[in-house]
């Protein structure tokens, strides 16, 4: 595994020699398209998430087959270009090719424009029943100021020209390592051979909490040359626990001209009606949504006028909400600078250095860096899913929004619990890791499920000083991208137990210095569904005794414990001249015992604020450590 981070560090180093091409971060910028209603196709995401210079040609290969692969004889009408570029103020040469032998073959049109907005739509004369085209763009680009821009993911649509003195390839972004596509599309129309009305988008407006109102939001688009009446979407609601909770209608209350968008809101004037309340209890909830219309059998069912769509309608709070920052050394301090200033209690921040070069950077950094399918620093993480990528004078803009989306998310975890003891007779040390869901309902089929498509995080973080701050950096994966082989369904837990090495790491260093985080995030670098730490409190040591001694067990409850209730705490056998310790999670001495036998009750006054502490009882028959939540 050392052996293959090391080789792929190298071809990341390696690459910009051998591609010709280079980039640096985009701003993460969301691009919008003209309100011309006119059809876009494209395979970016719509974000500009990187600027590439050095090559003076760039393509983009359309296959509008791939678009309805159940039908024959699909076509795309073609009447122009749209192409977002970071820098505006220059000219582009805009051509459109047929496909020969899965190359660009004859010119069919040619046009040279100015670019006088990040985002320009090119008109040409319409190219009629193209199944595959290429669109190239002969763009000069260079370090100062001429670049194209490209949206994370994918990149087998998009090319490159590498010329090495006479000879010219195109070459895929993918192929080349840079796995994203060009801001550069087509506008047009299809041709079908039956009518078509599509679902494009479909979303909830409101919170998505256990009983609130929320609001369908979707896109529908007209792809056929009658006007189209009668036209609604259906809704159907399902469950884990019950399939088809409820239908809803939602007309359009309009026809849909020939060839056009409509864009429906349901929480705006008009369809005031339409909103429905999210189940009272924390659930998934799936929902099937369908178009109908006067097309009928006519339409092309179930190709892209259909959608299922999963929500997470989650209650539980998240103890922590984790940002991971991937940095050059060099980058730390202006960043960290402006995080300092604007990050409220709650979140906390990681670091990680994947590039080799700098002193606080390891290999586990770099297999965290891959793991995201980054190329490029620096980036900056919220809960898995909201990016930054890249520095520039709207990074603590960006940040504070990246804050924002991450602030009152939701999870299904109700509890955990994070032990860590000594392994008797060795300098390894054993990590408890417990997840515990007590009412949330979820779906536990292997394609719908979110823990089986989810993987667990467990890394040891140590404490650096960083421009004057203490920080936590990345030391050494506990375990990385580990399965969790069962859905975690409504009333279950599901322990995960690893060892590690501590050699070198004195019991006074971990106490001081360290902390293990885990979270438990979707595959594919997607969101983190949870995220918690624990550290070495004052009461941790390694014991060099010979005797391998059962070890009382600790109950503590309610768990969580809720102002006004009190806290139970007992053990199933006697401890004699036990010392109960409770700390909060800086390690700070919240209650201490020096007489605790098997029972124990406290009022929750003890616990000033909302948190996550460690109950721990240590006796002649050994230790016990339990995890408790408060909420004040």
Not at 9 to 36: K, M, R, W
Not at 321 to 328: D, W
Not at 533 to 546: I, M, P, V
Request: hydrophobic fraction near 35%; charged fraction near 15%.
């Amino acid at each position: 595994m050392i052996r293959r981070l090391m080789l792929l560090c190298l071809f990341i180093a390696a690459l910009t020699t051998l591609t010709g091409i280079q980039y640096i971060p985009g701003n993460g910028e969301s691009v919008h398209g003209n309100d011309t209603r006119e059809y876009h196709y494209h395979y970016h995401n719509a974000q500009n998430d990187f600027q590439f210079f050095g090559a003076s040609k760039w393509a983009v290969r359309f296959n509008f087959l791939q678009a309805y692969p159940g039908l024959q004889n699909t076509s795309f009408n073609i009447s122009g270009a749209r192409l977002w570029f970071p820098v505006p103020g220059d000219s582009v040469t805009v051509q459109l090719a047929s496909e020969q032998n899965n190359l660009p073959g004859t010119i069919l049109q040619t046009v040279r424009v100015p670019v006088t907005n990040n985002l320009i739509n090119v008109t040409f004369p319409e190219i009629t029943n193209a199944q595959r085209a290429w669109l190239i763009i002969s763009y000069p680009t260079n370090f100062s100021n001429r670049f194209v821009s490209a949206s994370n993911g994918g990149g087998s649509n998009s090319y490159y020209m590498h010329e090495v003195g006479n000879l010219q390839n195109l070459i895929s972004m993918a192929s080349a390592g840079f796995n994203c596509e060009l801001l550069f599309g087509l506008l047009g129309e299809f041709v079908l051979t039956q009518d078509d009305i599509q679902l494009m988008e479909f979303s909830l407006s409101g919170d998505l909490y256990p009983r609130s109102r929320v609001y369908p939001v979707f896109k529908v688009y007209n792809h056929s040359d009658q006007a189209v009446s009668g036209a609604g979407l259906t809704l159907v609601l399902n469950t884990p626990l019950v399939n088809d909770l409820a239908t809803y209608d939602i007309p359009l209350n309009q026809a849909l001209a020939p060839r056009s968008m409509i864009e429906v809101d349901t929480s705006q004037p008009g369809f005031e009606n339409y909103g429905f309340d999210l189940p009272g209890n924390p659930t998934q909830l799936r929902i099937d949504a369908s178009l109908y219309s006067n097309l009928a059998e006519n339409d092309t069912l179930l190709v892209n006028n259909a959608r299922s769509i999963v929500f997470n309608i989650f209650e539980n709070d998240y103890p922590i909400m984790l940002v991971e920052n991937f940095h050059r050394f060099s980058d730390t301090d202006v960043i960290n600078l402006i995080q300092d200033n604007s990050t409220p209690a709650g979140i906390h921040r990681v670091q990680y250095y994947p590039n080799l070069s700098d002193s606080l950077s390891n290999l586990g950094s770099v297999q965290r860096f891959n793991w995201y399918s980054f190329f490029s620093v620096p980036r900056s993480v919220g809960l898995g899913k909201h990016r930054i990528t890249g520095y520039n004078n709207d990074y603590g803009t960006l940040y504070n929004e990246m804050l924002q989306n991450i602030s009152g998310a939701k999870t299904f975890i109700s509890n955990s619990s994070c032990s860590i003891t000594p392994i008797q007779e060795s300098e390894n040390i054993q990590v408890s890791i417990n997840l515990q869901n007590q009412s949330t309902s979820l779906f536990s089929s292997v394609g719908q499920s979110l823990v089986f498509n989810s993987r667990l995080f467990v890394g040891l973080f140590k404490k650096d000083t960083i421009a004057g701050v203490e920080r936590f950096v990345l030391n050494r994966w506990i375990s990385f991208a580990d399965t969790i082989n069962t859905a975690l369904g409504s009333g279950s837990t599901h322990t995960k137990n690893y060892s590690f090495t501590a050699s070198g790491i004195t019991d006074a260093d971990l106490i001081q210095n360290y902390r293990v985080y885990y979270w438990l995030q979707a595959t594919g670098g997607g969101l983190i569904h949870y995220a918690n730490f624990c550290g070495f409190n004052e009461a941790f040591h390694s014991s060099t005794q010979d005797d391998v001694i059962p070890i009382p067990e600790l109950v503590a409850y309610p768990n969580p414990l809720r102002a006004g209730q009190q806290l139970t705490i007992s053990s199933k056998l006697p401890i004699q001249g036990g010392i109960l310790t409770i700390y909060n999670m800086k390690g700070q001495l919240v209650y201490r015992d020096d007489k605790f036998n098997v029972d124990k009750k406290l009022a929750a006054d003890l616990f000033h604020s909302t948190g996550i502490y460690m109950v721990q009882v240590k006796g002649s028959q050994g230790t016990s450590t339990h995890r408790i939540s408060i909420i004040k």
